[in-house]
């Protein structure tokens, strides 16, 4: 059953797909199009994080296709954030081009501020969670959860790095640099500086993909030259990133992880390139994608509900955990933007 939960989110992928051998999509990265792309990975996240709650159960795995899942699962590890922070980089250098100094302006407040306070309220959220449940929370460790650098049960390392990422945005965008290129260039400093920082504090996979974010504001920037010899050298690029990630992505470790993040660069132009011939339509997918915030920052109440309340359905029922924590979550993302904070 678990792998059956896997192969329908690929499944998903084929309900109004076009392929196109011969020409390229033009609107690939469309704001409905990159929305179906990072639906396919938030759900890939909730099967991904549900892991830990059926392990913990005890869970044997010894179920048709149960190996297969977790081998997936194993391989892919932190490749499933790797558009977020793409997408994310590209869409703020997009907006900046488009809306010029009012986007700047208005940016420490509609874009930092607004995402770390939809993100305490959530924080919040599990703290009450937690209390209800009987789980004690040491003060230092809740107050530092409102920043994302403690975690109360829920999810918190990308929201940490996603917000610092914004900064360095804000701060390559407000200096004024003569050519676009520092600014990129600077973009990628600072990145590097924040592997350098999070390396000696946290775990791996709170940095091994930061890299990816300055790449999708690197895209944006050079879009026009990037599509120009994409379209020109089409397989040639596909053949050559696809030899760089081989290399790299199963290279063991690294210093600081370097070449998982230039791995996980080249996984993100695959992406793109991709989406240049296979356009992925699914309605399905473009709703979990415009879902993403709240999805990310909610799907562990259920699953903390449930592993405290009922942990016998985990350890016999892991498939139908996923799809009530899947059916939960969804809810809590349908209504959302009723306590959604907008500045």
Not at 5 to 30: A, T
Not at 53 to 76: P, T, V
């Amino acid at each position: 059953m678990l792998l059956l939960l896997l192969l329908s989110v690929f499944l998903l992928c084929f309900y109004n797909m076009r392929i196109r051998l011969n020409g390229f999509h033009e609107d690939y990265l469309s704001k409905s199009r990159t929305n179906a792309i990072k639906g396919i990975f938030i759900l890939l996240i909730v099967l991904s994080h549900s892991i830990g709650y059926i392990k913990d159960s005890s869970y044997a795995f010894n179920r048709f296709g149960d190996q297969y899942f977790c081998l997936f699962f194993n391989l892919i590890s932190q490749l499933v954030v790797v558009m977020f922070l793409f997408y994310s980089g590209y869409g703020v250098s997009e907006s900046f081009k488009t809306k010029g100094l009012p986007y700047l302006q208005s940016f420490p407040r509609k874009r930092i501020l607004t995402t770390l306070l939809n993100f305490d309220v959530a924080v919040l959220v599990f703290i009450v969670l937690s209390l209800c449940l009987g789980i004690s929370i040491p003060f230092k460790v809740g107050l530092l959860s409102l920043t994302g650098w403690e975690s109360v049960g829920n999810s918190n390392w990308y929201i940490f790095v996603i917000l610092l990422c914004y900064v360095f945005s804000y701060l390559v965008l407000r200096i004024p640099l003569h050519h676009r290129a520092y600014r990129v260039a600077l973009l990628f400093v600072l990145s590097f500086l924040l592997i350098l920082v999070l390396s000696r504090y946290q775990g791996d996979y709170w940095y091994n993909t930061i890299m990816s974010y300055p790449m999708g504001f690197l895209f944006s920037t050079y879009k026009d030259r990037f599509q120009t010899v994409f379209k020109k050298y089409y397989w040639l690029i596909v053949i050559l990133l696809l030899l760089v990630f081989k290399l790299l992505y199963f290279y063991p470790n690294g210093t600081l992880y370097l070449p998982y993040n230039i791995a996980s660069m080249a996984f993100a132009l695959l992406c793109v390139l991709l989406t240049m011939k296979v356009d992925i339509n699914s309605p399905v997918l473009q709703w979990f994608g415009s879902h993403l915030f709240p999805i990310y920052i909610y799907m562990r109440v259920p699953m903390m509900f449930i592993e405290n309340r009922y942990p016998e359905l985990i350890a016999t029922q892991p498939a139908i955990f996923i799809v009530l924590c899947l059916v939960v979550t969804s809810i809590i993302a349908h209504f959302y933007r009723f306590w959604q904070i907008k500045l």
